[in-house]
């Protein structure tokens, strides 16, 4: 996610408010290991953590004191709600909706060419009003309108049912979605009398599709967000998860894991971090449903995969889902080129740990006529997701597992969070209504201070469905919190630091492990991990502490030398006490007997 270009104003205004080789990876963890000692949260990235042995624990205390974590407040199975009766099938169905808005007004005289608008700059106001109202396409700089549609933005769902236990998990094509809005699609009509337990909810963080943050409107003092719009997606979620759940049939299942690399074990004719220290996981995950009775049919691929989508770049101004509409085409119809057979049904994408730059920056991505792809524009943006699609249909046929329906089980816990914000331009957002969301713990006729700092509500969730475990990031997870810095392999050939770069991080002072995703592969029976990212809520980068540093004079308004970027757009220092230490809590623990 990048800053608008005119950040530096906002922050003014917070001071005056304040008065990608084949599959080299490190070996997963045994998947037989006996987890059962793992189930407290690790003191010092979970502070405050409160009990966790289970309760129906909020985010403060009768005092009003923020609880950053006090435990799950439901998991399935063994809450009354979800006892566990039934005939032990998995059924699976999916759904999907468009969000594709209609454009009334898009055209306007480009004259400095930046594809950006300028109030100086004429449009054609098909309505009369006197304002642009245009659709602001979120991800790069203000005022970007959107000038026409090139593919279809969707949400998409998949549901899940194991004995009573009924689980959701919709994913939609935006840059971000906070908890509110998820929120206000959990309480849709649409979805009451479905005997769902839990819906989860994600953004694919797509950089071409419409601001449904706030932060990308047409000046750095007014909002992206189109109200009508935010309602629309919301009803959009509802629909979509209202179909998987009503299409829910018998199910099987096939997964494969593996990280698209070419011969030489290099990730950049796909993917690439371009953040000291260069960790990252490429790995893809295609997990296959199919009809328990007609096992040539598909029911639903589920799919992550970890890479910013804006291979488009910023200077496209068409609606469009990235790479994540091809990799979703492709793996559902194929490629004819090819002769590659798609597998039908419906496709949903989930992003991973792409924090810290993991995306386009520095790839060699093939076109379709074998030549590289360097600049970004849609061309790049379809080569890669074709790319990435092709790789996934060919390992699954190759090397997918078929899961024996004796492993076939459905599971979750889910906690609520509470994370501080430091980050004084995102108080100037929510103070001035570029964010549509609650602050807590202030008083906002008070400075903003050491003794009224602002506070949000957050969530955290594990799912497991079968032998695939993961857990939710409310935001962009780094990849040094879930693969770690220790195994050089995860650099994928390349120097872990550049040379003589300021302000390096000290690897010496890196967490050590266990990491994040081999805590999920602690968890009976999981077999396949992966970090469902920007899912329950949006707070930005969630950045490790070992390497956080910001500007000593202007912090969050400039970024010190060297790769530091991503902290200044992160709730603050305690992103990873905050935001990670409940995401590796949650996977920790355990419901007691």
């Known amino acids: 996610m990048k800053y608008p270009g005119s950040w530096a104003s906002v922050v003014a205004l917070a001071a005056v408010l304040a008065g990608c080789k084949e599959d080299p990876a490190p070996a997963p963890v045994d998947a037989g290991f006996d987890a059962g000692a793992v189930d407290a949260p690790s003191v010092d990235v979970a502070l405050d953590a409160g009990s966790d042995a289970g309760s129906d624990a909020g985010v403060a205390t009768d005092t009003g004191r923020p609880v950053p974590y006090g435990g799950p407040d439901d998991w399935c199975p063994g809450r009354d709600h979800c006892r566990g009766a039934g005939d032990n099938r998995l059924l699976v169905g999916a759904g999907r909706a468009s969000i594709t808005p209609t454009l009334v007004e898009s055209e306007f005289d480009d004259r400095n060419g930046d594809h950006e608008w300028q109030r100086n700059e004429p449009f054609t106001d098909v309505n009369g009003n006197g304002r642009f109202d245009a659709f602001w396409m979120a991800g790069f700089g203000n005022a970007r309108a959107a000038r026409g549609v090139h593919d279809e933005l969707e949400v998409r769902a998949i549901a899940f049912r194991y004995n009573d236990t009924t689980v959701a998990f919709a994913v939609l094509d935006a840059v971000g979605y906070f908890i509110n809005d998820m929120d206000a699609a959990r309480a849709d009509p649409a979805l009451a009398g479905l005997d769902v337990d839990r819906v989860i909810i994600g953004s694919t963080h797509v950089h071409e599709g419409v601001d449904t943050v706030g932060l990308w409107g047409p000046s750095a003092s007014q909002t992206g967000l189109n109200r009508e719009y935010q309602t629309l997606t919301q009803q959009r979620i509802a629909q979509a998860v209202r179909q998987a759940v009503m299409a829910l049939r018998p199910a099987r299942m096939r997964v494969v894991q593996a990280a698209p690399t070419d011969a030489m074990g290099d990730t950049r004719g796909y993917v690439n971090d371009t953040r000291d220290p260069v960790i990252y996981d490429p790995t893809i995950t295609v997990v296959r449903f199919t009809d328990a009775e007609r096992p040539d049919t598909t029911l639903a691929t589920w799919i992550n995969w970890s890479s910013h989508p804006e291979y488009a770049g910023s200077r496209n101004d068409q609606l469009s889902a990235d790479y994540v509409h091809w990799l979703r085409d492709v793996t559902e119809r194929g490629d004819a080129s090819l002769g590659l057979a798609g597998l039908g049904g419906t496709t949903v994408f989930v992003n991973g740990a792409l924090g810290g730059q993991v995306g386009p920056g520095g790839t060699r991505v093939p076109g379709a006529d074998g030549m590289v792809v360097n600049n970004a524009g849609l061309a790049k943006a379809e080569a890669a997701g074709r790319n990435i699609a092709r790789f996934a249909l060919e390992r699954l046929a190759r090397d997918g597992v078929d899961v ?92 872990p630091l550049t040379p003589m770069q300021p302000n390096a991080p000290d690897l010496s002072t890196a967490p050590a492990p266990p ?79």
């Open 515 to 593: 990491y994040l995703r081999d805590l999920v592969l602690m968890n009976p029976g999981v077999r396949y991990a992966f970090v469902s990212g920007l899912t329950e809520d949006f707070l930005g980068y969630i950045v490790p502490t070992y390497n956080f540093l910001l500007d000593p004079v202007t912090p969050y308004l400039n970024e010190p030398a060297g790769d530091h970027y991503e902290e200044t757009n992160s709730i603050g220092p305690g992103s990873q006490r905050y935001l990670y230490g409940p995401m590796e809590a949650i996977v920790r623990w355990r419901p007691q007997p």
């Open 404 to 495: 024996p329906a004796s492993e076939l089980s459905l599971s979750y816990r889910t906690a609520p969070i509470a994370a501080q914000v430091e980050n004084i331009g995102y108080h100037a957002y929510y103070l001035t209504n570029v964010f549509a969301r609650e602050l807590l713990y202030f008083d906002p006729s008070l400075p903003f201070d050491e003794t009224n700092v602002p506070w949000v509500r957050s969530r955290v969730t594990y799912l497991q469905v079968g032998p695939v475990g993961t857990v939710t990031a409310p935001g962009e997870l780094h990849p040094d919190l879930w693969v770690g810095t220790r195994d050089t392999r995860w650099s994928w050939g390349q120097p």
